[in-house]
């Protein structure tokens, strides 16, 4: 799979090239994770990053206690100014969380550690992402294409923009305009 991102910088959506993973690379991407040194806990990173539209901040700082299994939420902590929100688990995601706790031996606080016991850094999850990248075919990508995934994915079913707006923890609509401008979805009945 070519996965193309214009280097080119600009202000203009429409002339940057494709930053996101369409339903099928996604799938490709997840299952890759599964072959990596630590499937579980990368898988269930990756899943996070992409389902909740998490910056990596955001996901190296998840804390076990921000996960209720019971009610299956997660609190979502925005950084960068963003709202922040409770977002529901779906059942694929509760039972990947269960998997990793389940596999842990440790008390630390910290969601996501790495092999030292401490929180994985945003330079762990970057080559993460590259090599899980690699495994799946999906070329230059990088943690930030999981929430743009996230947005795009959103958009692609058909939700509001205010919707995505709350959920991606956007105080300010422009940044979340762009995954509405080019879902695809908008487009299909137009000749039919």
């Known amino acids: 799979m070519d996965f193309v991102k214009s280097p080119e910088k600009t202000s203009n959506f ?8 369409n339903n099928s690379e996604i799938k490709f991407f997840l299952e890759a994770s599964k072959k ?24 190296i700082a998840l804390k076990k206690s921000d996960i209720n299994l019971n009610d299956s939420r997660v609190w979502i902590n925005r ?13 694929d995601e509760l039972r990947a969380i269960k998997r990793y706790l389940n596999s842990r031996e440790d008390n630390l606080p910290w969601l996501f550690v790495n092999e030292r016991a401490m929180p994985l850094s945003r330079q762990a999850v970057s080559y993460m992402v590259n090599v899980v990248g690699e495994k799946s075919g999906i070329k230059n990508i990088h943690p930030h294409t999981l929430r743009h995934s996230c947005g795009f ?24 305009a762009q995954y509405t401008r080019v879902a695809s979805k908008r487009f299909e009945k137009l000749w039919t």
């Open 36 to 59: 990596t040194r630590y499937p579980k806990r990368n898988y269930l990173l990756l899943l996070m990053m992409y389902r909740h539209g998490l910056r990596v901040s955001e996901g």
């Open 14 to 21: 429409h002339k940057k090239g494709k930053d996101y993973l």
């Open 79 to 91: 950084l960068k100014g963003g709202l922040s929100t409770e977002h529901p688990i779906s059942g």
């Open 153 to 176: 994915y959103l958009a692609n079913m058909g939700y509001d923009l205010r919707l995505i707006q709350d959920y991606l923890g956007h105080r300010d609509p422009k940044h979340t």
